[in-house]
């Protein structure tokens, strides 16, 4: 079995997540960040893992672009979704169906919802700002790493 995780991270959790789950998968895992390569070739790979965060309810557009483009060939394989967020499961569902195509999530084995993290050393001044007055008196975001292996283990059936 080999599998490809084709990521998109703005400040290091999906790509963290991405290592991390890649080292939960049995076989051949190839790690791949659309940022440096916007047009991977997943043609070699029996399962596709698609990985991105969440800004203002919105994924990496590169990701959206790349799944919209690739659809097809998409469904003919193993498939995958992760979410990287700071909200909580029930906005998980919302995020992925204002993010991608309903065919391409029908398609997905597994769906995961894997937390996140405020890395605040890797945020902008203006992101910085915005992430300390929206997340007064909220739950510090944290991985959850269970969620992680839940997706590997489905990935091995
Ligand atoms: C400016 C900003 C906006 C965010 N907006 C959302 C949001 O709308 N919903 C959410 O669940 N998490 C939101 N988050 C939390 C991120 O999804 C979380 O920090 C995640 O771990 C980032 O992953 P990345 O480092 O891979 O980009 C936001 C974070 C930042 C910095």
Redesign the pocket.
Known sequence: MSTVIIFA???????KCSKMLSEKLPGEVKVIDIGKNPNPDFSDYDNVIIGA?????QIQKAIKEFVGKNLDSLKSKSVGVFL????DRS?FDEYLKQNFPGEFLDACKAKGFFG????MER?GFF?RT??KALSKGKPI?KLFEENIQAFADSFKK
């Open positions: 991270s703005k400040s290091g959790t999906a790509e965060s969440v800004r203002a309810g990287c967020m700071g909200g906005q996140g993290e405020f890395n945020l992101s915005i992430v975001p």
